[in-house]
């Protein structure tokens, strides 16, 4: 059964980092491009961020380019996303999501359970 | 930037059709795909390369697509059926974007 576990969410200041991670398991993860997907309180679905199967390709939202850095460990079967210069509209459950294997622009099965981070004062 | 247009709501009396469109410029040259999302919940893929279901999704859920505008149909809505429904494609780059939801109510 295909998992995926999302950690690493919480409160952080307005300018603060924080650091998501998305632990992978029942699947070939090296095969699959991943990414991150946001849903800010009562709002709708927002792609944040997507990389290739070898982590050689990145792709970026235009709202969070130059301040959020995707990136993968192959040997830990785990995805992160970097955040920095995090704004209040920033606040939002992440989501990261495996694509199907059509790569990047194709189905995205499963979701995890998303991590809540809220950009506050 | 790309965008995918989908109806705010659609209300619809149990055991009638639902019908959810999404409209999109590119959407004639690139697959769409559907999701349905209940309060709390993530979201679960129900309808992929425009019109194929995954294993496990019922079969009233479908999907058709012509010219600029895909379509979901739900035949013969539930009441577990209510939820929120998102489009996604790919833009001129390839990478993903999601239309803005429907909230399907069960009347």
């Known amino acids: 059964e295909v998992q995926l576990l999302e950690s690493g969410g919480g409160l952080v200041q307005p300018g603060g980092s924080l650091r998501l991670s998305c632990a992978a398991s029942?699947?070939?993860?090296?095969?699959?491009?991943m990414t991150w997907v946001r849903q800010a309180p009562g709002k709708g679905l927002e792609w944040v961020s997507g990389?290739?199967?070898?982590?050689?390709?990145?792709y970026y939202a235009d709202s969070v380019k130059g301040r959020f850095t995707i990136s993968r460990d192959n040997s830990k079967n785990t995805l992160y996303l970097q955040m920095n210069s995090l704004r209040a509209e920033d606040t939002a459950i992440y989501y990261c999501?495996?694509?199907?294997?059509?790569?990047?622009?194709?189905?995205?099965?499963?979701w995890g359970q998303g991590t809540l981070v809220t950009v506050s004062s | 930037s790309y965008e995918l247009t989908q109806p705010p709501s659609v209300s619809v009396p149990p055991g009638q059709t639902a019908r959810i469109t999404c409209s999109g410029d590119?959407?004639?040259?690139?697959?769409a795909y559907w999701y349905q999302q209940k309060p709390g919940q993530a979201p679960v893929l129900v309808i992929y390369?425009?019109?194929e279901r995954p294993s496990g999704i019922p079969e009233r859920f479908s999907g058709s697509s012509s010219g600029t505008t895909v379509t979901l149909t739900i035949s013969g809505v539930q009441a577990e059926d209510e939820a929120d429904y998102y489009c996604?494609?790919?833009?001129?780059?390839?990478?993903?974007?999601f239309g803005g939801g429907t909230k399907l109510t069960v009347l």
């Open positions: 590119a959407l004639p040259n690139k697959y």
């Open positions: 390369k425009d019109s």
């Open positions: 990389i290739s199967g070898s982590g050689g390709s990145t």
């Open positions: 996604q494609s790919a833009d001129s780059s390839g990478t993903w974007v």
């Open positions: 999501a495996k694509a199907d294997e059509s790569g990047v622009g194709g189905s995205l099965d499963p």
């Open positions: 029942g699947f070939t993860f090296t095969t699959y491009a």
